[in-house]
Structure formats: structure tokens, C-alpha cells
């Protein structure tokens, strides 16, 4: 079956070091997306690609980091200066054709003590 | 930038009451998507409006967009306890140079009482 994995679905961090969360697709997807969910905030985009090794910086980048080195991996890094890291995080993909949505990964929820 | 205002952020409602979930924009959407999050899930995709003033149906829920396709709707009839869940809206810009980026509104999370 085609979709998007996410790992861990848990991670736990003490303060002060950088995480990095997967994400894959066999959807043959151009585009890839990075959102964190706060209770109350809805999804908020962090950083999104639409085509390897280029990526564009969404609301809230400050903090993270990613790479997309291949059309079916987009990683995103929690750095050290991301001042409220824990969060619930999200990865999707879709076609990239104007009217195509968004499919999501079960996401992984990031808590950082 | 672009801002995608939904509300109410919560609604309690009894079963086999109506529900109605209201999505702004502050500009125009190419299109406006909507999806589903079940408590402690992933949103799911649910439909999209792409036409000024259309509106769509699936089962008891029925989708509209705006004429001005700057604010759509999101009414289910008679709820049943499977309808839980966060309710959110989603709009691509439509100009400028973020093609591609989706917005979401902040969700309406409904409460279904048996």
C-alpha cells in the first residue's frame, strides 16, 4: 500500500539537543510538507519542498531545519534553539498540481523535557 | 500573509443535532480544501471547492464556497457520535509566489453528546 511513514510515533529529548524526525513516501509525490499541531492552533507549516534538494521556509521555520536529498525522504530537524519543541508533528505530501491535498503520516509526537 | 480564520473553535453538540463550521480567508483561494482529525489521529482529506458558490454534498455533510471564494462552510445534519473530531479548512494562495503552500484554518473541534 502506498503512504507516508513517519518515525518514531514517540521521541523524547532532554533540552539542549537536536532531534531529527523522519518522514518517507511511496507515493511518488513531488511535494512534501512539515506541519506542527498545538492544542488549539491547528496546523501550522513549518517547512515545505516541491522538488528535490529545494525547499521553502512556511510560518513558523525558525528553529528547524530540512533536507531533501531525495524525492521520497523529507527529515526534519529539531534544533537546539527551537524555543517550545514539543509539539505534535505532521509530514504530507501531494501531487503537485495546483488542486491536489494533502495526504498526512500518522505523526510523531515530540516531547522535550 | 495569507490567513485562514475558522470558527468556532469548539461545538458541543447532542446527537442527531446540526453542526456548522465556518472558514474565512482575508484573500482569494484558487480552491479550499477540508479535512478530518479524529482524536489522537491524522487529518484526513475529506473534499475540495474549486467554483464560485458551489456546493458539494457526501452523505449528511454539505460543503459550500463563497462567491467571492474567500470563506466556505461546513454544515453536517443530524450528528452522530462517529463525527467527532477536529474539523479544519485549508486554502492554497492564490498568487503571488506561493504556489503550493497550504493554509489551515485553526479547526473547529466538535463534541458529540449520545
Known amino acids: 500500500d502506498g503512504g507516508i511513514t513517519q518515525s518514531p510515533k514517540y521521541l523524547f529529548r532532554k533540552e539542549g539537543q537536536n532531534v531529527t524526525l523522519s518522514c518517507e513516501q511511496n507515493?511518488?509525490?513531488?511535494?512534501m510538507y512539515w506541519y506542527r499541531q498545538d492544542p488549539g492552533q491547528g496546523l501550522r507549516l513549518i517547512y515545505y519542498?516541491?522538488?528535490?534538494?529545494?525547499?521553502q521556509k512556511g510560518d513558523i521555520a525558525e528553529g528547524y531545519s530540512v533536507s531533501r536529498e531525495k524525492k521520497e525522504s523529507f527529515p526534519l530537524t529539531v534544533t537546539s534553539a527551537q524555543k517550545n519543541p514539543t509539539a505534535f508533528y505532521l509530514c504530507?505530501?501531494?501531487?503537485?498540481?495546483?488542486?491536489?491535498?494533502?495526504?498526512f503520516g500518522n505523526g510523531t509526537r515530540l516531547t522535550v523535557t | 500573509g495569507q490567513q485562514v480564520m475558522q470558527i468556532p473553535q469548539y461545538q458541543h453538540v447532542q446527537e442527531g443535532e446540526d453542526f456548522t463550521t465556518y472558514c474565512n480567508s482575508s484573500?482569494?483561494?484558487?480552491?479550499i480544501q477540508w479535512y478530518k482529525q479524529r482524536p489522537g489521529g491524522h487529518p484526513v482529506f475529506l473534499i475540495q471547492?474549486?467554483?464560485?458558490?458551489e456546493v458539494k454534498k457526501q452523505k449528511r455533510l454539505t460543503f459550500q464556497f463563497g462567491e467571492a471564494k474567500k470563506n466556505s462552510s461546513l454544515h453536517i445534519t443530524a450528528t452522530q457520535t462517529t463525527d467527532v473530531g477536529t474539523y479544519f479548512c485549508?486554502?492554497?494562495?492564490?498568487?503571488?509566489?506561493?504556489?503550493?503552500?497550504?493554509?489551515f484554518g485553526q479547526g473547529t473541534i466538535l463534541t458529540v453528546h449520545p
Open positions: 504530507a505530501s501531494r501531487r503537485m498540481d495546483y488542486n491536489s491535498p494533502l495526504h
Open positions: 519542498s516541491q522538488i528535490v534538494n529545494d525547499f
Open positions: 485549508a486554502g492554497p494562495y492564490a498568487g503571488g509566489t506561493s504556489y503550493g503552500k497550504l493554509t
Open positions: 471547492l474549486v467554483k464560485s458558490g
Open positions: 484573500t482569494t483561494l484558487s480552491n
Open positions: 507515493l511518488n509525490h513531488d511535494a
